[in-house]
């Protein structure tokens, strides 16, 4: 197992007999699971948000990039179609 280090937190009434309450349903062998797990989907949402963040910012650079101009769908058909066939 990894290195762990021992905290003690403290939550309101409300949220420890939600914790509680999904350990007794049998959701989580103890409400030390129940935080990790919700520490761990934190984790994924703060990497969400940096994804989000790198999207936005491509995104941007390439509006600022220029105007592509107006595009024919028989074009970028065609386009699409040599390109397959040059792959083979």
């Given at each position: ?14 949220l ?19 935080v ?15 994804e ?10 390439g ?10 769908i ?13 792959k083979?």
């Open positions: 197992m990894a290195d762990v280090e021992r905290m003690t937190v403290v939550f309101p009434e409300p420890a007999g939600q914790l509680r309450a999904a350990v007794e349903a049998g959701e989580y062998a103890s409400t030390s699971e129940a990790l797990d919700a520490v761990r989907v934190w984790g994924r949402r703060a990497l969400r948000q940096r989000i963040e790198m999207l936005r910012r491509a995104r941007d650079e509006k600022a990039s220029g105007s592509a101009g107006p595009l024919k028989a074009d970028v058909i065609a386009e699409a179609k040599a390109e397959r066939v040059l083979g």
